[in-house]
């Protein structure tokens, strides 16, 4: 493993003493739809709800434009960036490193420029551009498997070992991204929970993230905050998985996982303590 992940103008431990399991809390910056207040309501509305998250205990905000939802339309980059940099700009100095959950490379390029600390992008790097567009700087990069795309994945998710094909997806893009000189440290992985994966799929690679994580030696990132794979396990509506979100985050980090990607950032860190407070690790 990695002695530490490299997050823009931070830098965290992942062994010894210092180490610890982080928390990265989801701020959506898309327009409320039940508001006409405007752009500036909306960017107050996220700067408090960043606010909340800090005191909450998060360690990473993960900031998002634009929605990944299966079938969404793509905005265009003029759209995102007016949406995801003022809220950069807003933040930068809050003392948490900012992601930037995007697949641009204007969007990447310009919300670094901003002051931005980490790029999340689910197509791995893989938009022309998207290499130079990171390469300067020292942004952490989250390295995410997703099987055919957004408009398509959920269609007809096919594996014939989930668990190999996605570890090796992830194994050949972090080498292909460091031959390129992206310095290993600043790298995660994620298995992309519900990104072109069956409610089984989801399950093997929960079941094995730790291995995964021991296999590459990288911390790795696990996103399952509200997804359908807890709605289909529990029978709930998307607003009411918190209990099975909880459990599913404490299950990756039972596993190893190093940093949950989450909606409610408070109930997961209290989970979180006392879980390790008992020393189930
Ligand atoms: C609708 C459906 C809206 C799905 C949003 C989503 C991940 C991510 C997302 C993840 C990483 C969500 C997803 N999921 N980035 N971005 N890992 N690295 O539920 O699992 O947030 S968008």
Redesign the pocket.
């Known amino acids: 493993m990695q002695s530490f992940f490299q997050c823009g103008r931070y830098r965290f431990k992942l062994d010894g003493p210092e180490a610890k399991v982080l928390v990265m809390g989801?701020l959506n910056v898309t327009p409320d739809s039940f508001s006409d207040g405007g752009q500036y309501q909306s960017l107050e509305a996220a700067v408090s709800r960043a606010e909340q998250m800090i005191a909450d205990g998060v360690d990473i905000i993960?900031i998002?434009g634009e929605?990944?939802?299966?079938g969404?339309e793509s905005l265009t980059v003029q759209e995102e960036l007016r949406r995801v940099l003022p809220a950069v700009f807003a933040l930068r100095d809050c003392g948490v490193p900012l992601s930037i959950?995007t697949v641009k490379p204007e969007v990447m390029y310009e919300s670094l420029a901003a002051g931005a600390d980490m790029i999340?992008d689910?197509h791995a790097l893989r938009t022309p551009g998207a290499l130079s567009a990171v390469k300067g700087s020292d942004c952490g990069l989250?390295i995410?498997h997703m099987q055919n795309n957004p408009q398509t994945m959920q269609q007809r998710p096919q594996y014939d070992d989930a668990v190999q094909e996605v570890t090796q997806f992830l194994r050949d893009s972090v080498e292909q991204l460091t031959a390129a000189g992206i310095a290993r440290a600043r790298l995660c992985i994620?298995p992309?929970?519900?990104?072109g994966k069956t409610l089984e799929h989801n399950l093997a690679l929960l079941r094995h993230c730790g291995q995964m994580q021991r296999e590459l030696g990288l911390p790795l990132?696990?996103?399952?905050?509200?997804?359908s794979m807890i709605g289909q396990l529990t029978g709930k509506a998307v607003d009411q998985r918190l209990g099975g979100s909880v459990a599913a985050a404490l299950a990756a980090v039972a596993q190893g996982a190093t940093i949950v990607?989450v909606?409610d950032v408070a109930a997961t860190v209290d989970a979180i303590t006392v879980w390790q407070a008992v020393g189930a690790m």
Do not use: E, Q, V
């Open positions: 989801i993960d998002g929605s990944s939802r299966p969404a959950d999340n689910i989250c995410m994620d992309g929970f519900g990104f990132l696990a996103g399952m905050s509200r997804k990607r909606h």
